[in-house]
């Protein structure tokens, strides 16, 4: 991937909004990549039905966009309705976007949220053939054991402190602040092209 293109990346937590972008990354995945995902076969019909109950309130999803194009996800949802100190991650980057960096970036923004929040244990699940995301999890000092054909990578983290939560609200603020741009941008740029010189 050309240095020029990964300087064009952003990256933001997920909105309501987001939904047709979440929807369009996730079956613009190859069949080998929805399974390693998924730890399944899954078809459009299942994509689109998991999309649209995924972006909810008690989840974090971090995008790594390319413009409105979302080229890569990391997940973050709690394990069960009460609070327990543990959630689930799982991520999922376009073919043509892996091995540069993308992963590793929303890995590292994942698991602040997740030291901000309070859990301190988390879970990611994929297939035992699945050698890259199984490294990224080791890049983190995750503990991988094995079950059956699947591998679940449990990663401890840290706790809170004044600098992850002050660099997290940065973050969102500055994510909020270029959102409002590009709206302004969107919205002028039609009514500049219906301007016509006299």
Same mark, same amino acid.
């Given at each position: 991937m050309p240095r020029a293109s990964l300087d064009?990346?952003?990256?933001?937590?997920?909105?309501?909004?987001?939904?047709?972008?979440?929807?369009?990354? &996730?079956?613009?995945?190859?069949?080998? $990549?929805? =399974?390693? !995902?998924?730890?399944?076969?899954?078809s459009d019909a299942f994509i689109r039905q998991y999309a649209s109950?995924?972006?909810?309130?008690n989840a974090i999803i971090h995008g790594a966009f390319l413009g409105d194009t979302l080229v890569g996800v990391a997940?973050?949802?709690?394990?069960g309705d009460f609070f327990v100190g543990?959630?689930?991650?799982?991520?999922?980057v376009s073919s043509e976007w892996r091995n540069c960096?993308?992963?590793?970036? &929303?890995?590292?923004?994942?698991?602040? $949220?997740? =030291?901000? !929040?309070?859990?301190?244990r988390l879970y990611m699940t994929c297939l035992k053939n699945n050698a890259p995301?199984?490294?990224?999890?080791r890049k983190f000092a995750a503990e991988i054991m094995l079950e059956l054909d699947e591998s679940v990578a449990l990663v401890e983290a840290p706790r809170r402190t004044i600098v992850s939560?002050?660099?997290?609200?940065?973050?969102?603020?500055?994510?909020?602040?270029?959102l409002a741009f590009d709206f302004q941008?969107?919205?002028?740029?039609?009514?500049r092209s219906q301007v016509r010189p006299g």
């Amino acid at each position: 991937m050309p240095r020029a293109s990964l300087d064009r990346l952003s990256y933001r937590k997920l909105q309501m909004t987001d939904h047709d972008a979440f929807e369009a990354h &996730l079956l613009s995945l190859d069949a080998e $990549s929805r =399974r390693s !995902r998924f730890g399944m076969a899954t078809s459009d019909a299942f994509i689109r039905q998991y999309a649209s109950r995924c972006i909810t309130l008690n989840a974090i999803i971090h995008g790594a966009f390319l413009g409105d194009t979302l080229v890569g996800v990391a997940e973050l949802r709690p394990i069960g309705d009460f609070f327990v100190g543990e959630a689930e991650l799982a991520f999922s980057v376009s073919s043509e976007w892996r091995n540069c960096g993308i992963g590793t970036n &929303l890995f590292a923004r994942a698991l602040r $949220s997740a =030291r901000n !929040r309070g859990f301190s244990r988390l879970y990611m699940t994929c297939l035992k053939n699945n050698a890259p995301m199984r490294g990224l999890a080791r890049k983190f000092a995750a503990e991988i054991m094995l079950e059956l054909d699947e591998s679940v990578a449990l990663v401890e983290a840290p706790r809170r402190t004044i600098v992850s939560l002050l660099r997290e609200a940065i973050d969102d603020a500055a994510a909020l602040t270029n959102l409002a741009f590009d709206f302004q941008k969107r919205a002028f740029l039609p009514r500049r092209s219906q301007v016509r010189p006299g």
